[in-house]
């Protein structure tokens, strides 16, 4: 791209567009220099994103981005790692199964390790992904990203510090998961200072007293929308988003009105009626299928339908076993997936096969 031939205005959009602050009061030769200090892809050719749609990459998702048109994605729809005991942007699956239990508390399951840099450092990470998806996104779009609860505050401000308007915290709610709080047992038994005596009396004082770590029951999801051009409707005009879709292929329950809970699973009469989105119809996950959290292909697809029209393009950038692609194709709309693992782009691929499969 010559900046050269481009006016100082356009300069400045260009600048916002990649979140680089303070270009208001530039001249045009520094607005250029930072361009190309911030962000030396943007001196390269952009890929023709028409050669990513409906493709799984295995590639690390941030330089990936780098090569995608600004304002070329309609949807973000996101389950990233959480830098929760080992899941962080370089994690190794092989690696975390072949470890079994957490590295700080022996015989706790993956996932269960408690560390304070986890915060920060996910919202470092976050923070640069969020910062490309920003730019790729068209105005209006909708960036929708999974968390764990404990973590959700870090990558809230990582996403609303790359530029995004933060809208609403989406739960997913569920009654199939795993207590994760502990007795202290366990570590009474491995203190050499005390004695027999002294850990049984412990024992009976802590009886009933475990960790502080209540038994998951919500998944939080930041919605998240990259600020409009002009009104909505212009938006909309121009981009094909930034409005929501409330139409019936979008209702939850007994043809309610799209709500921030949302559940996939059958709680109680008047959950179901308000908040459940339809289930499935067959087993989604396989048995082949040995990602470390699945989610159910449905509850993306209602996610998707309310903030994309059909032909819309999807990015996940940690696609996982593919299940937002196995939504887009249900949803009529397009994929483009990346992931690190080999192992779940095999996996990605065959759910893909499997499941154009048996449209056919």
Sequence with gaps: MNYNLKKKDELIKLCKENNIKSCSNKNKKELIEMLKNENKIITNEYLNINDLINKIINTECIEMMKKIPSNSIDMICTDPPYFLDGLGDNWNKTTIDNRGSSSLVGNLPKGMKFDRNQSKKFYEFYSKVSKEIYRIIKPGGTFISFCSPRLYHSMTMGIEDAGFEIRDMLGWIYTQSQV?????????????????????????????????QLKPAIEPMCLAVKPIEN????NFQKYGVGLMNTSEETKTGDGYFPSNIVTTEEIEETIDKIFLVSKPTKVEKKEYNTHLSVKPVNLISHLIKLFTKEDAIILDPFIGSGTTAIACIQSKRNYIGFDINKEYIDICEKRINDIIDSQT
């Design 231 to 234: 009104r909505y409707i212009d």
């Design 180 to 212: 994760k709080a502990f007795s202290q047992n366990h570590i009474i038994d491995k203190d050499k200072l005390l004695t027999e005596c002294e850990k049984t009396k412990l024992k009976e004082l802590c009886n009933n007293w475990k960790t502080p």
